[in-house]
Each structure stands twice: as structure tokens, then as C-alpha cells.
């Protein structure tokens, strides 16, 4: 089965003020492996097929676009949702069900850039 995506190239606004949060975030979410790229913060996942990178870009706003990431379980979303509050995220929603078969939580990074955790019933 092909990948369903290569890679995120996201921006923020102060790559400083978002790194931690990242640094935390994105090796939960299975990029475990942090690559050296100048003027980027890059994680790979285990195997090196896809990659989620951060750089900054002092003109760039958030918007509405979402990036939703897919949990095993109700319980891996409460943990992920966790790790994104201990992170620093911030605008967070839930972890809670949103429809008989949805349960997930919605938050941004410290830069508003906005993500989901869900798991599907």
C-alpha cells in the first residue's frame, strides 16, 4: 500500500518559540528521528518514508487549515493530547467524543497553527 503522504513542510512564525513544542510533539506522534537540516527542525519517522519539517517564515499566519493525525485509541488520543498540553499547545479542545464514532482533540501550536487528534470508533 503506498504512503499517504511524503512529508509536512509547515511555517511558523519564530521557529525559536515554537521548538520545544515540537521537539516534544512530533516524536509522539511517531517522527522519532530528528534530522540536521540548516534553518529547519525535521523529524522522520522510523523507517525514513516521511518526515514532518518546521521552519520559520516571520510572515506567515495561520489560517484555518487543519492538520489532523490519526490515533489507535481513545486512550492514545488522551495521551497525545497530553503531550501537546505539557508541550505548550494552546486553544485546546477536548480530548472528548464529538459524534458517536469521533473522539478527538483540537489544539495549535505556540505559533496558531492548528492540529487534530483523532480516533475513529
Not at 23 to 43: K, V
Not at 84 to 113: H, L, S, T, W
Request: aromatic share 14%.
Amino acid at each position: 500500500m503506498p504512503l499517504l503522504f511524503d512529508h509536512i513542510d509547515l511555517r511558523v512564525t519564530n521557529l525559536a518559540a515554537a521548538e520545544d513544542f515540537y521537539r516534544m510533539l512530533l516524536p509522539a506522534l511517531g517522527f522519532e528521528r530528528e534530522q540536521d537540516i540548516e534553518g529547519w527542525l525535521q523529524f522522520e519517522d522510523k523507517n525514513a518514508a516521511q518526515f514532518f519539517g518546521v521552519t520559520e517564515s516571520p510572515g506567515h499566519r495561520p489560517n484555518e487549515n487543519r492538520i489532523a493525525f490519526q490515533a489507535g485509541s481513545v486512550e492514545a488520543v488522551e495521551y497525545l493530547a497530553e503531550i501537546a498540553k505539557q508541550a505548550g499547545a494552546i486553544n485546546i479542545e477536548g480530548p472528548m467524543r464529538y459524534a458517536e464514532d469521533y473522539y478527538a482533540v483540537f489544539f495549535e501550536d505556540p505559533c496558531g497553527n492548528r492540529f487534530e487528534i483523532c480516533h475513529r470508533l
